[in-house]
């Protein structure tokens, strides 16, 4: 069984309306075959017979569509003791999944929702940082000051800051996390951190955006299209590969990246 790093980005699921559907999309856009659920409403999802993902069917229409990310911990009651103390709150206590492990849900100061995960039978991703797997995440607030202290504090991130290229020749700023006991720096980070900025809709929340590795991003923006998706912002070229953001058939929200080792 694969091992995670305390705080290391995970697992990923999407909530969906029509679980049928999103299992067409994401079959047709990443390759994904799926494993149902033994009756349950949702599905495992695989690449290369390796475990990526999961969807499921949402229990309530009034719940969002959207993709979560879950960060392992060795001891979630802990966990999320830090999260309410850090100013965050707490959506979902903690609960056991089966054998697979134990999950809760909270909020950042923010308002951004995450996942936490403490493994039992299942560690998380069997494949990531590979095409048509999850390869990073990075949450867009707009207070970045206490968002940064919060996860600083509940999960031992150390911060680095860095400019990204942005509209017109500005550069936005950014700031990437690297795991307790590394060397901060973009090297080591598992994740980030983004401002929503006056080009986000006002009403836009907080969110995590998730983003999966692609071999070629063009042709990945191009088959959303065909199935069904939008196209949120198209493929652009970044100092680590060629990335877009998208939206599936009902409105999940995602990205997807070609690494530089993979353009041509």
């Given at each position: 069984m694969a091992v995670f790093a305390q705080s290391a980005p995970c697992w990923v699921d999407v909530q969906l309306s029509d679980l049928e559907a999103g299992k067409r999309f994401y079959g047709g856009l990443f390759g994904w075959t799926f494993h149902a659920g033994d009756g349950m409403p949702f599905a495992d999802a695989y690449s290369d017979g390796r475990l990526v993902a999961a969807l499921a069917a949402?229990?309530?229409?009034?719940?969002?569509?959207?993709?979560?990310?879950?960060?392992?911990?060795?001891?979630?009651?802990?966990?999320?003791?830090?999260?309410?103390?850090?100013?965050?709150?707490?959506?979902?206590?903690?609960?056991?999944?089966?054998?697979?492990?134990?999950?809760?849900?909270?909020?950042?100061?923010?308002?951004?929702?995450?996942g936490l995960w403490q493994a039992g039978g299942r560690a998380g991703f069997e494949k990531q940082n590979e095409p048509a797997a999850f390869c990073w995440t990075e949450v867009y607030t707009r207070q970045p000051e206490r968002v940064d202290a919060f996860y600083e504090e509940v999960f031992g991130f150390l911060g680095t800051d860095i400019e990204l290229p942005g509209q017109a020749g500005a550069t936005e700023d950014f700031r990437v996390w690297s795991p307790a006991g590394t060397e901060p720096g973009e090297d080591t980070a598992v994740g980030g951190r983004a401002l929503l900025t006056d080009a986000f809709p006002a009403m836009l929340p907080s969110y995590f955006l998730t983003y999966f590795a692609v071999a070629d991003c063009d042709r990945t923006v191009e088959t959303a299209s065909r199935l069904g998706g939008r196209i949120t912002a198209p493929p652009l070229d970044i100092p680590y590969g060629r990335m877009a953001v998208l939206q599936d058939d009902q409105g999940a929200a995602f990205a997807v990246l070609q690494p530089t080792e993979l353009l041509p």
């Open positions: 949402k229990q309530d229409g009034r719940m969002p569509t959207t993709w979560g990310v879950y960060f392992s911990t060795d001891d979630i009651r802990a966990t999320v003791a830090l999260v309410r103390e850090a100013g965050g709150q707490v959506i979902t206590d903690p609960v056991r999944a089966g054998d697979a492990g134990i999950l809760a849900q909270a909020v950042d100061p923010g308002g951004a929702v995450f």
